[in-house]
């Protein structure tokens, strides 16, 4: 009969820290992210692009959101290579220094007016660094929250991972939000844009404190003492672990939400282009709301998921999501604020949160211990490299101008959701798989009756 002793203290003391450290780190980190991608939408085309043709200009500057995404690959093998061989908690710093920094150092760029073309060519420099930065954060805390986490729940505890990155965006549009509002245009454009990049300093010292009190993951430590880290995990990972890799490809897809809800939605709602003539701090406020509803939903599916499977609410949120993307780009188009918002709350607050409060377990519970942070990180960012440049596409195909905006970038959203919830449904289901056998294809789950009492006995000991 299958037993488990009850978590010591220090246990769970150590899953609530990377709990609270994965939210917090991601937090921080994706508030970095998602600045540059505000401003990419609503202030750089004319700071840093300035063009005789605003539609050329709009599709410059959602092309550097998309740059950043071009560096991902890359980072994913360097750091999730490190991640493997030397922990996921170093990982994890080494990200924040980097994204801290590089953030920072966009507040203090010049504009296109003061030195001409280097300004450009300097803003996607530190987009690339940027990129490299963030491509082992989800998959370096997702894993250390993952191997942490008592079995059971641990769907719940790597949900948080994704909330940070829920609060991540608050925080940023927060932070822009007054500006945008009390402040005169002219100075907004001016120096009041750089304000939000410059608090990264905050990061790099908020990262550095916060990261530091966790301990390296039973899981590593264990493959660590028996000198079964790979010398080369990026390499053994695509060799064993292929077919699931290209399904954490194919889901990541899922990211084209995300673009339509925060990066397009902005820059057809903002730009006078378009014509919508949403004012700038009023459009923030539905991503925020949006998000502020995510992270009530997010541990909740988290926590429903360590029930009935990881599979059932990513297809449901994929399938769901991009269905509601013609209808939330329906209600800008119609210039109708509290349809939007509507819209936002349902596709992004809600339905969405079926995929993206799972995929921090799911992905990492598909690979052993040995490989787990390079396949994740591999294979994730090169399924959000493919969607990063959905915003120049939608700007191309549905420019200033079109006639039918919604219908257009919908079926791509939604025909891009359909994959993803296709190769979820091809993947088999691993919450019933204990930590040592996670990554085998040939695995057995625990029995249903077993695995509900190990779930109770986590949960009473809490």
């Known amino acids: 009969m299958t037993t488990s002793p009850a978590l010591s203290s220090k246990g769970k003391s150590q899953s609530s820290k990377a709990a609270a450290s994965g939210w917090i780190g991601s937090a921080l980190e994706y508030y970095d992210f998602f600045i540059y991608a505000t401003a990419a939408s609503l202030v750089f085309p004319q700071i840093f692009f300035p063009s005789e043709n605003p539609r050329a200009a709009i599709i410059a500057s959602l092309a550097t959101y998309g740059v950043g995404y071009i560096a991902r690959p890359i980072g994913a093998f360097v750091l999730g290579h490190w991640g493997d061989t030397h922990g996921r908690k170093n990982v994890l710093i080494l990200c924040m220094f980097l994204m801290g920094f590089s953030t920072l150092l966009v507040g203090l760029l010049p504009t296109y007016a003061q030195v001409g073309i280097l300004a450009p060519i300097l803003l996607v420099i530190l987009r690339l660094v940027q990129g490299f930065a963030v ?48 402040m005169p ?108 509803l995510a992270c009530a939903v997010i541990p909740v599916i988290g926590n429903l998921s360590d029930k009935i499977g990881r599979r059932p609410p990513i297809i449901i949120g994929a399938l769901g999501s991009g269905l509601l993307a013609f209808g939330y780009l329906y209600a800008i188009s119609i210039h109708s604020v509290p349809l939007a918002v509507l819209m936002s709350l349902l596709m992004w607050g809600v339905v969405y949160q079926g995929y993206n409060a799972v995929f921090p377990s799911f992905y990492p519970e598909l690979f052993p211990t040995r490989t787990r942070v390079s396949s994740m990180a ?85």
């Not at 491509?135 to 805390?141: F, K, N, P």
């Not at 090169?382 to 919908?410: D, E, H, K, Q, R």
């Open 135 to 182: 491509a082992g954060e989800i998959s370096g805390a997702s894993s250390m929250v993952l191997e942490h986490a008592p079995f059971g729940r641990r769907g719940f505890f790597a949900s948080f991972t994704l909330q940070g990155v829920q609060a991540g965006q608050i925080l940023a549009a927060a932070v822009f939000l007054p500006l945008a509002h009390f």
């Open 185 to 292: 245009e002219e100075s907004f454009n001016s120096w009041g844009w750089r304000i939000p990049f410059l608090l990264s300093f905050l990061v790099i010292v908020a990262g550095w404190i916060i990261r530091r009190e966790v301990d390296e993951t039973p899981a590593f430590q264990k493959a660590e003492a028996k000198h079964a880290t790979p010398k080369s995990p990026v390499v053994e990972a695509i060799r064993t672990s292929w077919p699931d890799m290209i399904r954490v490809i194919c889901m990541a897809l899922m990211n084209t939400i995300p673009v339509v809800a925060t990066v397009f939605g902005a820059a057809y709602a903002v730009q006078a282009a378009y014509g919508i003539g949403f004012h700038k701090d009023v459009y923030l406020w539905i991503p925020v709301m949006g998000n502020i």
């Open 378 to 462: 591999i294979s994730q960012n090169i399924g959000t490299t493919i969607t990063a440049m959905l915003p120049a596409l939608f700007a191309t195909v549905a420019p200033p101008g079109s006639t039918n905006v919604p219908m257009i970038v919908g079926s791509i959203a939604f025909a891009i959701t359909v994959i993803a919830a296709a190769a979820c449904w091809s993947a088999r289901e691993t919450y019933r798989v204990r930590m040592e056998d996670l990554g085998n294809p040939n695995a057995v789950p625990v029995p249903v009756d077993d695995y509900d009492r190990l779930r109770n006995q986590a949960l009473a000991n809490r």
